[in-house]
């Protein structure tokens, strides 16, 4: 695969943060086996999840109350996503970038490393659509 998409957040308690979309997507919410956890009221515990295969990325709600936001339109079911596109979750954004495009500072989880075996595991997701 030529790059790797991140997330790179502009608004928020995570701020600052660069995190890299792994293939098979991640899971964004309040809830800790999501890959994103955003603590914040407004956010349901698994209220998005973004999938990253075969170089397409697609966003999903995943039946969040207050919804997630693309470009400043409410996401209903999934919307296919590219770089650029800003996604907002409560007073949570994110810009879409690829890796190679971020210059070097600031904090990078783009290599977080894999979850080590005593870590819970990650909830399965469903993707109905391929």
Known sequence: MADVPVLVCTAGELAGRHIGVPEGGLGIGRAEENTVVIHDDGVSRYHARLLFDNGSLWLQDAGSRNGVFVNGVRVTGHKALKVGDSITIA?????????????????DTTN??????DERPR?????PFS
């Open 91 to 107: 007073q949570h954004t994110f810009e879409l970038k690829w890796k190679a495009d971020l210059q070097s500072g600031g904090p």
């Open 112 to 117: 977080a490393e894999p979850p080590q075996q």
């Open 123 to 127: 909830r399965r997701w469903f993707w």
